[in-house]
């Protein structure tokens, strides 16, 4: 009974383990985000400063500068009129991906402010100035930060998606990963590549399911069609390799086993003929010996064949 007991423990043990690396395997990594000024002053670092400050604290982001995934790109334009003592902020965040430059999101803000105190031509209210810059640059990272948050949603359960279907797909289970991928959203920078892992899970079905009908057919000795089917796999496909090793070995069979039928069929003519000439006298008999003869040395050559190719 301890001994049972031992061996179930062990089994949950080896299940967990299992479930454990299947769920690393499957888990995606942090999304790399890097968060830069767009024209490179202190305005556009303030905003740069609250977005990192605040996404970095999200445990599907990795902060960095380094091969990022994304961009997050802020951008301040400083506005001011002295003569009409108009001051405005206009600001917009663009987030991309760091490929193809695909946008993400964007977000755009715009403050004023108006100094009524000041004469024409003199200088605007620092106090003025300082409030309105503060205030766009806590809009534009207020505004940007729910939207990166909703795009690194959008990507996790995106990569998530991928790799599960990635693995199903290793493992031969092409409806599973292709069902996987349908589910990925219009929203993520990968829904055509996703669309584009569909058909070629889609032709790896296909190519699979040939390869099979081609054993099945080779099987019940009808090598034409198998071969047929084989060549129907496209180059692309990972079976490829396979189905071609395959022809190679079913063409060999099916150039041998007519030269047996042949020999069968001539041998049971030749016989009859015999049987019914038997009075013939010795010149069909050495005639018919030296057929045989040659018809034995076509057989042996091409078992001969058949060997080399086994033994390669």
């Known amino acids: 009974m301890f001994r049972t007991k031992q061996i179930w423990s062990l089994l949950i043990a080896l299940v967990g383990v299992v479930v454990c690396c299947y769920q690393a395997l499957a888990a995606a990594p942090p999304v790399r985000i890097a968060v830069v000024t767009g024209g490179g002053s202190g305005i556009e670092q303030e905003i740069v400063d609250k977005i990192t400050n605040e996404i970095q604290n999200n445990p599907n982001v990795s902060v960095s500068t380094v091969n990022p995934d994304w961009y997050v790109v802020c951008n301040i334009k400083e506005m001011m009129d002295q003569m009409s003592g108009q001051i405005r902020y206009n600001g917009n965040v663009i987030i991309k991906t760091a490929g193809k430059g695909q946008i993400i999101d964007t977000v755009a803000v715009q403050k004023y402010n108006q100094d009524f105190s000041v004469t024409p031509g003199a200088q605007l209210n620092k106090a003025l100035v300082d ?182």
């Open 131 to 312: 409030r309105a810059a503060k205030e766009a640059t806590s809009a534009a990272a207020s505004r940007t930060i729910p939207a990166i948050e909703r795009a690194v949603a959008t990507e996790m359960e995106t990569r998530e998606k991928i790799i599960r279907a990635q693995i199903m797909a290793e493992e031969e289970q092409y409806d599973g990963a292709i069902n996987s991928l349908r589910l990925v959203s219009p929203d993520s920078p990968h829904f055509e590549n996703a669309r584009d892992l569909m058909a070629e899970f889609s032709m790896e079905k296909e190519a699979l399911a040939r390869l099979k009908q081609a054993q099945a057919q080779a099987s019940s000795g009808k090598y034409g069609a198998a071969i047929a089917s084989l060549k129907q796999i496209p180059a692309k496909s990972k079976y490829k390799g396979k189905a071609n090793a395959l022809v190679s070995s079913y063409s060999a069979h099916s150039r041998s086993t007519p030269t047996k039928k042949l020999v069968k069929n001539n041998t049971k003519t030749t016989t009859s003929s015999t049987t019914t000439a038997s009075g013939g006298g010795d010149a069909e008999l050495k005639a018919l010996d030296k057929v045989l003869k040659l018809e034995k040395k076509a057989i042996e050559d091409a078992q001969s064949q058949v060997h080399k190719r086994l033994n390669k």
